[in-house]
Antibody, heavy 123, light 107 residues
């Protein structure tokens, strides 16, 4: 079965750091574009970051709201995609989902999602 | 930056048809994708590329996109269709753009 399982969420004080991990099974993260998407409590979906497949150089991109604070990376040996979150703010409180990207001819979407992990930033 | 507009809620009686709109400037020139999210669950892709359905998605769900509005239609609505529905497009400057979501309530 193809699935994504996130871990690493929890409660953290403002200014702190947290590292999320997304373990993939049934697919190879190195061969896929992978993203993190978050959802604040009771709110909509917000794309956070993407890492391109290894075959296309593994480039990374970020939403303006997290640029300079979050870093996405991939561990090919563990088949995981991680999100290092630094300088956390209250507005980063959300469920963080790992998702697989699909794209062709200018069309990009997510065809597989994990169940998410909750990050709460509060003093 | 590109914006997508969705109505906050849509109410529909069982067996009737629900239409969820997603407005955007010339959205008809973009590919629109739709996700269904039930309470406490992760989003699920229900329509991609305006009108295609992934394997396993009910034929009662369909999509259309033209002009400034994309529409997700759920025919013969059932109680199990109650969920939040989000539209999404790809924008070259912001990558993934989501609509604010529409809550479908089955009366």
């Amino acid at each position: 079965e193809v699935q994504l399982v996130e871990s690493g969420g929890g409660s953290i004080q403002p200014g702190g750091s947290l590292r999320l991990s997304c373990a993939a099974s049934g697919l190879t993260v190195r061969s896929n574009y992978m993203s993190w998407v978050r959802q604040a409590p009771g709110k909509g979906l917000e794309w956070v970051s993407i890492i391109y497949s290894g075959g296309t150089g593994g480039s990374t991109f970020y939403a303006d709201s997290v640029k300079g604070r979050f870093t996405i990376s991939r561990d090919n040996t563990k088949n995981t995609v991680d999100l290092q979150m630094n300088s956390l703010r209250a507005e980063d409180t959300a469920v963080y989902y790992c998702a697989r990207d699909r794209h062709h001819q200018g069309s990009w979407y997510f065809d597989l999602w994990g169940r998410g992990t909750l990050v709460t930033v509060s003093s | 930056s590109y914006l997508l507009t969705q109505p906050p809620s849509v109410s529909v009686a069982p067996g009737q048809t629900a239409k969820i709109t997603c407005g955007g400037n010339n959205i008809g020139s973009k590919s629109v994708h739709w996700y269904q999210q039930k309470p406490g669950q992760a989003p699920v892709l229900v329509v991609y590329d305006d009108s295609d359905r992934p394997s396993g998605i009910s034929e009662r769900i369909s999509g259309f996109n033209s002009g400034n509005t994309a529409t997700l239609t759920i025919s013969r609505v059932e109680a199990g269709d109650e969920a939040d529905y989000f539209c999404q497009v790809w924008d070259s400057s912001r990558y993934y753009v989501f609509g604010s979501g529409t809550k479908v309530a089955v009366l």
